[in-house]
């Protein structure tokens, strides 16, 4: 038996507290996570885990092992990721959580990564609030803003650039904006990011102001915000990945100029492990290279 796998499957059950969590993780059927467990006690002689119906529990054994478990699958892959940095390409699959906006930057530039890495595949789970990524089986998520939970490796990135936006149509029957306190006078269309959906933050450099709007229209998903405003619905305030090409086509029109929306620090964040498997890694840097190549995501860009 492959006793590394059958630890790696017994410990993301520990991690996820069910089969079946750990099956859509692993991307294998629940028996075969069954299997691979009633397979390590065998080889064990004992058994790891309880199961009833309704809820799993760690043996005595079960609980002692887990330290001797986690050195060997740390250890397998740290000399996996020393072999791979010296030629091999990254194999297996990564699933990476990251704002709408975002997902759509990188997923017209996925091809490089693949070309360099025939074996790697990448799930893209588009996402505006942050997800439980032990229990749903993620790696890597991209977060805006603070990142609180101190269980959680996070390495910063980059930052958002927003534009606030109208279509021309909406703009030929009401007047622009000149400064923040103007929106109240406005439809407004919001895609919530994780928390208010009714709050927008403004900053000069010199002056930081939040608007409390009552929006027409409230969504999820960035895209459906996006065209909603395309549509001559209200204004709204977009990621420069979304309302730039627009904006430099006519479509859009850029509003408040001298008082654009407020930046948020982009995170990358994942399970806390000494070690990261190469194949994470590998999307890792690439997202860090995408984001490092556009300058609207830097530090010191400034609108």
């Given at each position: 038996?492959?006793?590394v796998?059958?630890?790696q499957?017994?410990?993301?059950v520990v991690e996820?507290?069910s089969?079946?969590?750990?099956a859509?993780?692993?991307s294998?059927?629940q028996?075969?996570?069954?299997?691979?467990?009633?397979?390590l006690e065998?080889h064990?002689k004992?058994?790891?885990?309880h199961?009833?119906?309704?809820?799993l529990?760690?043996t005595a054994e079960?609980?002692?092992?887990?330290?001797m478990a986690?050195?060997?699958?740390?250890?397998v892959?740290?000399l996996?990721e020393t072999?791979c940095?010296g030629?091999?390409?990254a194999?297996?699959?990564?699933?990476l959580a990251?704002?709408?906006p975002?997902g759509?930057?990188?997923s017209?530039?996925?091809?490089m990564?693949?070309?360099q890495h025939?074996?790697?595949s990448v799930?893209?789970l588009?996402r505006?609030?942050p997800s439980d990524?032990?229990?749903?089986?993620?790696?890597?998520?991209v977060r805006?803003g603070?990142?609180a939970d101190?269980?959680l490796m996070c390495?910063?990135i980059?930052w958002t650039t927003?534009?606030?936006?109208?279509a021309?149509?909406?703009l030929?029957a009401r007047?622009?904006?000149?400064?923040?306190?103007?929106?109240?006078?406005?439809d407004?269309?919001?895609y919530?990011?994780?928390?208010?959906?009714r709050?927008?933050?403004f900053?000069?450099g010199?002056?930081?102001?939040?608007?409390r709007i009552?929006p027409?229209?409230?969504a999820n998903n960035?895209v459906a915000?996006?065209?909603?405003?395309l549509?001559?619905?209200g204004?709204?305030?977009l990621?420069?990945?979304?309302?730039g090409?627009?904006?430099?086509?006519?479509?859009?029109?850029?509003?408040m100029?001298?008082f654009p929306?407020?930046r948020?620090p982009?995170n990358?964040?994942?399970?806390?492990r000494r070690?990261?498997?190469?194949?994470?890694r590998a999307?890792?840097?690439?997202?860090?290279?995408?984001?490092?190549?556009?300058?609207m995501?830097?530090?010191?860009f400034?609108?």
């Amino acid at each position: 038996m492959d006793i590394v796998g059958a630890l790696q499957t017994f410990m993301r059950v520990v991690e996820t507290g069910s089969f079946s969590a750990a099956a859509v993780h692993l991307s294998v059927t629940q028996p075969a996570v069954s299997r691979q467990i009633s397979a390590l006690e065998a080889h064990l002689k004992t058994r790891l885990l309880h199961r009833t119906t309704n809820a799993l529990a760690l043996t005595a054994e079960g609980e002692q092992i887990i330290p001797m478990a986690l050195k060997v699958i740390e250890a397998v892959e740290a000399l996996s990721e020393t072999t791979c940095r010296g030629g091999t390409a990254a194999t297996g699959k990564v699933r990476l959580a990251l704002p709408t906006p975002l997902g759509l930057c990188l997923s017209d530039r996925l091809g490089m990564l693949f070309e360099q890495h025939q074996g790697l595949s990448v799930e893209l789970l588009f996402r505006e609030e942050p997800s439980d990524l032990v229990e749903e089986g993620i790696d890597l998520e991209v977060r805006l803003g603070v990142v609180a939970d101190c269980s959680l490796m996070c390495r910063r990135i980059g930052w958002t650039t927003a534009f606030l936006v109208a279509a021309p149509s909406y703009l030929q029957a009401r007047k622009a904006p000149k400064r923040p306190d103007d929106i109240r006078a406005h439809d407004c269309i919001c895609y919530k990011r994780a928390g208010d959906g009714r709050s927008w933050s403004f900053s000069n450099g010199a002056e930081d102001e939040a608007v409390r709007i009552a929006p027409r229209l409230i969504a999820n998903n960035s895209v459906a915000a996006h065209r909603a405003v395309l549509a001559g619905n209200g204004l709204a305030v977009l990621s420069h990945i979304l309302a730039g090409p627009d904006i430099e086509a006519g479509r859009l029109v850029r509003l408040m100029p001298d008082f654009p929306p407020s930046r948020l620090p982009i995170n990358v964040v994942y399970p806390s492990r000494r070690n990261l498997p190469f194949r994470i890694r590998a999307v890792l840097d690439f997202l860090i290279e995408v984001v490092r190549e556009d300058p609207m995501m830097a530090p010191s860009f400034s609108h």
